[in-house]
Structures are given as structure tokens and as C-alpha cells.
């Protein structure tokens, strides 16, 4: 496996409450990406990095900012949870965009009260 | 374990059978393709890629296929097993543009 963790793994909150899922790769990879994954619509882009500093949107990216300080690390901030907010999100980290593999954490599961 | 695929196609096949998973996608200038596994829990692991100037590619017990006139993708898995058990991604892209990612196929092996 890619050395890629997410914190935390697990996470209950409230409406109206910030939250922050934080990426941690130890691959060097220049790409990272965070998805969101729910019921009848698999994985959904919300937003990536392609260097430090360098972020762009994804198909999702509604409520969600990121920011990446460092190489290794990318993370994603709900500045208002929603319940429709609610979901598992993932990281996922490449050392090339596009035709290339991703690699994948393991996931946070998120809900949103 | 994360419950993310309660309204997916499911392909239900016997132990020791041979199973297709398909996949279509829409862009006819996608030019990567892959397939992902996920277990319950866990996050989707890389099974096998092709590029578009192929019509086949295998691995360990899988091949995929690429029809590129019908824009069909197919993962073909030699003798399954129950640790084949999982939900299976495709995803594509073109040339620098994120991947894009299918619904997912649940494939539950029959002992």
C-alpha cells in the first residue's frame, strides 16, 4: 500500500460546525485528490492538488475548501456542516495526473447530526 | 464497514467460474482506463490499466478489455474466489483531466 493515512477515521458532528479531514502521504506524490463516496453515485472529485499551493475544483466542490501547506499533506475543511454532508471521503495521491494509478486511503466516515 | 453500495448492480457468481464485470463510459477521447477494487471498509486498490492504443491487457487471473467503438470496458476474472468478493470500479480519463470514476458493480461469490 501507498503510504497514505487520513485522520480522523471517524467522525460525528453537528450542523452548522467546522470540520477538518486531514491527507497525510509519506509517497512524495505531486497530485493529491479528495473524494467523496455515497450510495448510487461511487466516487465524486471534489476538489485536488496538483502542488503545493496549487489546488483546483472538482465535480463536488459546494461547502468544501482545501489547502496544502506541504508536500504531504492536503486537507479539507467543511466550514459549515450540512447532513448532506454526510458520506466517506478519501484521499487518493498520484505522482502523475492523469493516465496513471491512483493511490487511495482508507477512507473517513462522516456524519453530519 | 462503510455501507457504500447499497443500490449497485450485483453479479452473483459460483467459486471457480469465470466473471465479466462491464463497464461503458462516454468520452470516445478517454485514453486511460482502470480498474479498482474496494472491500468492505477499506479504499478502492488498483487491480490493472490500459491505454487506448490497446484492446487488451492481462494480469494475475484478470484481463481487461477495451472496445473502443462501442466504448465498452470489461474486467474478466479467471476462476473466482471468495476473497473476489467486492465492489468493482471503473474509471477513465484523458490526457492531464482527473479520473472519472463509475457506479461500481458488486460481485458476490457463491461458495
Known amino acids: 500500500d501507498a503510504g497514505i493515512t487520513q485522520s480522523p477515521r471517524h467522525k460525528v458532528t453537528e450542523t452548522g460546525t467546522p470540520v477538518t479531514l486531514r491527507c497525510h502521504q509519506t509517497?512524495?506524490?505531486?497530485?493529491m485528490y479528495w473524494y467523496r463516496q455515497d450510495p448510487g453515485h461511487g466516487l465524486r472529485l471534489i476538489h485536488y492538488?496538483?502542488?503545493?499551493?496549487?489546488?483546483d475544483k472538482g465535480e463536488v466542490s459546494d461547502g468544501y475548501s482545501v489547502s496544502r501547506s506541504k508536500t504531504e499533506d492536503f486537507l479539507l475543511t467543511l466550514e459549515s456542516a450540512t447532513s448532506s454532508q454526510t458520506s466517506v471521503y478519501f484521499c487518493a495521491t498520484t505522482h502523475r495526473e492523469g493516465g496513471n494509478e491512483q493511490f487511495f486511503g482508507p477512507g473517513t466516515r462522516l456524519t453530519v447530526l | 464497514g462503510e455501507s457504500v453500495g447499497l443500490h449497485l448492480p450485483t453479479l452473483s457468481v459460483q467459486e471457480g467460474d469465470n466473471s465479466i464485470i462491464n463497464c461503458a463510459y462516454s468520452n470516445s477521447a478517454s485514453d486511460y482506463f482502470i480498474w479498482y477494487k474496494q472491500e468492505s471498509g477499506k479504499g478502492p486498490q488498483f487491480i490493472i490499466d490500459i491505454r487506448s492504443n490497446m484492446d487488451k491487457r492481462q494480469g494475475q487471473r484478470v484481463t481487461v478489455l477495451l472496445n473502443k467503438t462501442v466504448k465498452h470496458l470489461s474486467l474478466q476474472i479467471a476462476a473466482t474466489q471468495p476473497g473476489d468478493s467486492a465492489v468493482y470500479f471503473c474509471?477513465?480519463?484523458?490526457?492531464?483531466?482527473?479520473?472519472?470514476f463509475g457506479k461500481g458493480t458488486r460481485l458476490s461469490v457463491i461458495a
Open positions: 474509471a477513465f480519463t484523458r490526457g492531464n483531466t482527473p479520473l472519472v
Open positions: 492538488s496538483y502542488g503545493v499551493k496549487d489546488t
Open positions: 509517497e512524495n506524490h505531486r497530485y
